[in-house]
């Protein structure tokens, strides 16, 4: 489905008073929603998800990412507005509006070993949030397999109707709790703080294989992905080699030799 093509969609259910659109529920995915939010004294409007899609493996192609837009009251995209995505306890990290009209808005990428909340921070508005966008879900398909799994979210400006207003989401809504757990033992602390430093491993990746294989020794990074002259490429880099290959084509896969 095309970007115009989702987002006609959201916005039929939005103005029909229907329950959004959100096929990512089965994914664990979840929204905080304006009744969780604290809103400052006046405040007239704030950012409502109006749709989460998980996409599929011919919309996906082996990406990773949470693509997002932005919308006003009519339904039209906003750009220059911004995003924030917070990944475990990563320092949050920022994108802004600013694709072509047949694109998502933005993306940011997603790692398999975290858990990313999304959110509008723009106009100073409260801002409803997605919660738990993840990659470590099973293979599929061709183009989503583990760790390689990506969503679409959109916002849109809206009007504050009534104080903890906020229309319900199609299928299961697990809500987040504001409130603090009990305090982190040291233990604890440490863990938690390095989780976002693990490079994830899924020993049943084509090039982790071939890497074993090829005895290039320890990974030394996440796989990535690179844009070369109108073609798109993933890649990891071990100590005595850099294994790539074209998107879509991961069955050949080819190594460039390197001295750690």
Known sequence: MTVTAM????????????????NAHRYGIRVRELGEISLPLGVTHYWRVIGVHH?????????????ADILDEDGERINGAK???????ARPEFAVID???HEPGTNFPLWSNTRATVAVHHDDLPSEEVCDLRTDHADEEVGNTWGHHSFYVVFQRTP?????DS???AGPNERVSSLAGPSLSLEETV????????????PNAGFY?????????????????????????????????????EVGDLGSIKIIPRVN
């Open 160 to 164: 504050v109707s009534a104080p903890g």
């Open 99 to 101: 694709k072509p009209p």
């Open 7 to 22: 987002l006609k969609t959201f916005l039929i259910k939005v103005r029909s008073a229907e329950p959004i659109f959100n």
């Open 167 to 169: 229309p319900a989401l």
């Open 83 to 89: 995003l924030i995505l917070k990944q475990n306890e």
């Open 209 to 245: 294989k071939i890497a074993r294989e090829q005895s290039l020794g320890e990974r030394l990074t996440r796989e990535y992905d690179v844009d070369y002259q109108g073609k798109k490429y993933r890649a990891q880099i071990y100590e005595k080699g850099i294994v790539y290959a």
């Open 55 to 67: 996409l599929t493996g011919t919309e996906n192609m082996g990406n990773h990412h949470v693509y």
């Open 191 to 202: 863990a938690s703080v390095g989780q976002p430093h693990i490079i994830p491993l899924n």
